[in-house]
């Protein structure tokens, strides 16, 4: 029903940058709040950044100050730049949407596929 796109990974150094991108596409829906998830072999899911469509943010303790979480409302579109990257920020990052239909009342949720992010000299 909702579907999301998940772009921008890829292997970067330490130090460096880089700006992942979450698209929704679907019809009747409105989205209530997006957020990025990452996820290293062996570890727990994390959450990293959450936004809500009235633009209020949370991050994790270990990303602020380096993340900033955006998004498009026209383009239904969530954004993740990544700052000062550290190794330790390697993992697989999931986009996740909390959205309503349009002839419902109940939320609901969908997650992309992932999108892989190395940081590594």
């Known amino acids: 029903q909702v579907q999301l796109v998940e772009s921008g990974g890829g292997l970067v150094q330490p130090g460096g940058s880089l700006r992942l991108s979450c698209a929704a596409s679907g019809s009747d829906f409105s989205i209530n709040a997006m957020g990025w998830y990452r996820q290293a072999p062996g570890l727990q899911r994390e959450m990293v950044a959450t936004i809500t469509s009235s633009g209020d943010t949370n991050y994790s303790d270990s990303v602020k100050g380096r993340f900033t979480i955006s998004r498009d409302s026209a383009k239904n579109t969530a954004y993740l730049q990544m700052n000062s990257l550290k190794p330790e920020d390697t993992a697989v990052y999931y986009c996740?949407?909390?959205?309503?239909?349009?002839?419902?009342?109940?939320?609901?949720?969908?997650w992309g596929q992932g999108t892989q992010v190395t940081v590594s000299s």
């Open positions: 996740n949407v909390v959205y309503s239909r349009s002839w419902a009342i109940f939320q609901k949720n969908a």
